[in-house]
């Protein structure tokens, strides 16, 4: 993608793409389906990055958004409503059942089918405005960031994440105030008020002033995103990997796709190979595979000469650098491959 592309964060905020480095964590998700139905939120380690020039095209999304991304670049799409999130590459989009090469889709009444893309969050920064720091500080204060792992009667795992401030009906103008904050915030406008029962040391209840809890409504994401949005300290004691699954709120389906010409990319490499980009969920770019190194090549020819090249080829061939991400899993590869072999000849 290209270097101004926003990449969400471990720590909930967005950089820019260009700006990463190898070792930082971003914010990620399973690359395949392993929980039955679903991909969970993962932490991925970036372990690879790489500027090059390559063709790069913008992809237009009915919601407006607009990428600028590779041809071989993944999304994570559907075709229909009813279907599942699989990985398709941008050549590969349907617009009215026609991808970028002007290949139709094949089947009856196909023509009308345009992919649905995968977007799980909005990008939402930090309001620092004086109502912001105020809620925030509230909410540091009095409130609470809690997560819960429950679990199903089918004996699957759900993550609960609740999110709120409790305020004595006494200052009822501070009540007032963290409702109308909590509902700007979040936009959701369905701040939930709940009751809450106090006592003292011995048990006995107090009535003399009614407690109040006030709790964000919605999904774990919107949850997160009003943390985002206001940025409180208490930001830092969420987990991602107890957000639950991936879920695409926003989703949305592409509308054109233009070709902008000859522009600086980022190839970044995660563990988990996926991230978030400007909140769509992607596959990260594989420095391995042959389109990428083919335009690698002709762009190094172009810049050093075929003389150069060949020279740099062949010193190349003399002497192999493996880095330590490949190195550790030529080594997990092997061993497998020894335990089987072993195994099989009852070693």
């Not at 990985?87 to 989009?93: A, L, P, S």
């Not at 970044?268 to 690698?296: K, P, V, W």
Request: net charge positive; glycine share 6%.
């Amino acid at each position: 993608m290209t270097p101004d592309s926003l990449i969400l964060m471990k720590d909930f905020t967005w950089k820019q793409l260009g700006d990463i480095k190898v070792g930082e964590e971003v914010f990620a998700f399973d690359e395949e389906v392993i929980y039955k139905t679903s991909r969970r939120y993962r932490v991925g380690k970036v372990v690879y990055v790489e500027r090059d020039i390559q063709d790069v095209y913008e992809v237009e999304l009915e919601n407006g958004d607009k990428i600028k991304t590779t041809a071989n670049h993944k999304w994570l799409t559907r075709d229909k409503i009813s279907s599942a999130y699989n990985w398709c590459e941008t050549q590969n989009m349907w617009i009215n059942g026609v991808n970028l090469h002007g290949k139709h889709k094949s089947g009856p009444h196909t023509g009308h089918i345009t992919t649905t893309v995968c977007k799980p969050f909005q990008v939402v920064l930090q309001d620092t405005s004086y109502e912001s720091g105020w809620i925030a500080g509230i909410l540091d204060a009095d409130g609470h960031v809690c997560q819960q792992k429950i679990k199903n009667p089918d004996g699957t795992l759900r993550y609960g994440f609740r999110v709120g401030i409790a305020q004595c009906e006494k200052y009822m103008d501070i009540c007032d105030k963290i409702k109308v904050l909590l509902e700007k915030f979040t936009g959701n406008k369905k701040t939930c008020r709940q009751t809450m029962e106090s006592c003292d040391r011995r048990g006995i209840f107090k009535n003399q002033h009614q407690t109040w809890q006030f709790l964000i409504t919605g999904t774990n994401v919107e949850k997160l995103q009003f943390l985002m949005r206001v940025r409180p300290f208490k930001i830092q004691k969420v987990d991602i990997e107890k957000l639950g699954k991936l879920k695409s709120q926003y989703d949305t389906k592409v509308k054109s796709i233009t070709y902008l010409g000859k522009m600086e990319i980022v190839a970044m490499e995660t563990d988990t190979h996926t991230y978030i980009a400007n909140g769509y969920a992607m596959h990260n770019c594989n420095r391995f595979s042959a389109d990428h190194l083919i335009q690698y090549e002709k762009n190094l020819k172009a810049k050093i000469g075929q003389l150069r090249f060949d020279k740099l080829a062949w010193r190349a061939s003399q002497a192999k650098k493996w880095t330590d991400f490949e190195l550790i899993e030529l080594t997990k590869y092997y061993k497998a491959l020894g335990d089987k072999l072993s195994k099989e000849k009852g070693l």
